[in-house]
T-cell receptor, first 115, second 114 residues
Framework: ETGVTQSPTHLIKTRGQQVTLRCSSQ?????VSWYQQALGQGPQFIFQ???????GRGNFPPRFSGLQFPNYSSELNVNALELDDSALYLC??????????????FGNGTRLTVT | AQSVTQLDSQVPVFEEAPVELRCNYS??????LFWYVQYPNQGLQLLLK??????LVKGINGFEAEFNKSQTSFHLRKPSVHISDTAEYFC????????????FGKGTRLSVIA
């Protein structure tokens, strides 16, 4: 059973640029969530995808967008990068049922630095 | 909405001593509770979870936590820590129904001193 894998592990971008982060879900998991973890903080929920549709969003602007593919892998896109976007971006997968979800399984994250 | 407060940002403790990391939550509905550990340059690993039933839950690496509904707490404990337990620990809460996100506390940095 493969776990959650994220790529790339590190990335450096310039303010104003766009970035795409990728995530492969754990086998059998149909839901993917993305979190932003700033230095010294807990993870903050960005959004969640289920069956290729966004079904929950945190307090992040529209320049944060995502996709989920039929194989349940996912992308996080951030446009017009700002310095404050520098953080560890975590992807987590889970299995959604009708009432709740199983515990999240996290990848090791992508460390994004915006200069 | 749910929220989590981790009362200590840093906890230094000597090797083989006991430790308690404190977590309080706020919610108007029933919740599930979790503790995750994050080692340097890694993602989050699930330590233990409370879904229902016994309020004392045991997790990996000798950790355990007790759910106290009246005090809205879910403190993490270990009777004897090792150097390898040095890491960041996060308490998290989620509604036990519906599709809502996991909400994390700000974390507690556990430093085990030889």
């Amino acid at each position: 059973e493969t776990g959650v894998t994220q790529s790339p592990t590190h990335l450096i971008k310039t303010r104003g640029q766009q970035v795409t982060l990728r995530c492969s879900s754990q086998s059998g998991h149909n839901t993917v969530s993305w979190y932003q973890q700033a230095l010294g903080q807990g993870p903050q929920f960005i959004f969640q995808y289920y069956r290729e549709e966004e079904n929950g969003r945190g307090n992040f602007p529209p320049r944060f967008s995502g996709l989920q593919f039929p194989n349940y892998s996912s992308e996080l896109n951030v446009n017009a990068l700002e310095l404050d976007d520098s953080a560890l971006y975590l992807c987590a997968s889970s299995v959604a049922t009708g009432t709740a979800t199983t515990p999240l399984h996290f990848g090791n994250g992508t460390r994004l630095t915006v200069t | 909405a749910q929220s989590v407060t981790q009362l200590d940002s840093q906890v230094p403790v000597f090797e083989e001593a006991p430790v308690e990391l404190r977590c309080n939550y706020s919610s108007s509905v029933s919740v599930y509770l979790f503790w995750y550990v994050q080692y340097p340059n890694q993602g989050l690993q699930l330590l233990l979870k409370y879904l229902s039933g016994s309020t004392l839950v045991k997790g990996i690496n000798g950790f355990e936590a007790e759910f106290n509904k009246s005090q809205t707490s879910f403190h993490l404990r270990k009777p004897s820590v090792h150097i390898s337990d040095t890491a960041e620990y996060f308490c998290a809460v989620i509604r036990n129904s519906g599709n809502t996100p996991l909400v994390f506390g700000k974390g507690t940095r556990l430093s085990v001193i030889a």
